[in-house]
């Protein structure tokens, strides 16, 4: 439990220092503040590995001390202060009539409250694993389903964006009545997804929509989504991480306007 709080404190003090610095910055472009919550996210998650080099943080805990004194077990009946006698025997056979509970009792409840941390962390982190899946699960099932983008109007946007933006990796283009809003799915094979309206669209819009997905293509931003999910799963106990993943996802999308 102690290297759970202590790893809690150091990612809450980099995302803290990145919202400063966010807010240093925000007259600057977009993609500058992508890269600082994206390197606060990233050493957030990594800091299980880096810990060992990182600067110690001591945070004190309430553990009481071994030789501590603490309230009379339950039934027993205070007496005098023990002899030498009385304390020659105690150590051979165990407890005496008023004696009192040492830092045993005491062990064990610090035992059962790290082991409670514990079960409450994991089952967390399982919940949002879970989710986590299923939404990637779903975007790919969809992408599957999805009809492929063949007419010529599309691919003609679709090869003058990628030379624009300077994207030398194969794109999909894919059309599905599953989602409502452009989206870019995937790392090693991305692929963009557009709604069924989107045959509708003007040329003007078409180019502008490829642009802003390729965009995220150029930049990996995919993959930098799926890092400070992974964050936010390790530390879901922070608010402060579910905000820092909002805003690189809003920053994400303002650099890719702006572009």
């Known amino acids: 439990m102690t290297a759970l709080a202590v790893g809690s404190v150091k ?14 910055l925000r007259r600057l472009p977009a993609r500058i503040r992508v890269a600082v919550w994206c390197t606060a996210l990233t050493g957030s998650l990594l800091i299980p590995l880096v810990g060992p080099i990182l600067p110690p943080l001591d945070i004190p805990l309430p553990i009481p001390p071994r030789n501590a004194v603490l309230d009379p077990l339950p039934g027993a009946i205070p007496g005098p202060a023990p002899t030498s006698r009385d304390t020659t025997t105690s150590r051979a056979g165990g407890l005496q009539p008023g004696s009192y509970a040492t830092s045993t009792t005491s062990d064990a409840s610090v035992v059962h409250l790290q082991h409670v941390v514990w079960m409450i ?14 939404g990637i699960w779903f975007m790919f099932r969809a992408v599957r389903r999805a009809r492929p983008i063949t007419e010529k109007r599309w691919m003609d946007d679709l090869d003058h964006t990628r030379r624009k933006v300077k994207c030398r990796r194969p794109v999909r283009l894919v059309m599905s009545d599953a989602i409502e809003v452009p989206a870019t799915v995937g790392l090693w094979r991305p692929a963009i997804i557009v709604p069924t309206i989107a045959e509708t669209w003007p040329a003007e819009r078409r180019e502008a929509v490829l642009l802003h997905e390729l965009i995220h293509v150029v930049r990996m931003d995919w993959s930098w989504r799926l890092v400070a999910r992974a964050a936010r799963i390790a530390y879901w106990f922070n608010p402060l991480m579910w905000w820092a993943v909002r805003r ?3 920053e994400q999308e303002k650099a890719c306007d702006q572009e």
Do not use: N, Y
Request: net charge neutral.
């Open 248 to 250: 690189l996802d809003l």
């Open 121 to 134: 962390w994991i089952g967390g982190m399982t919940l949002l694993t879970a989710r986590l899946g299923t």
């Open 11 to 24: 990612a809450l003090l980099l995302l803290v220092a990145a919202a400063g610095l966010s807010v240093i």
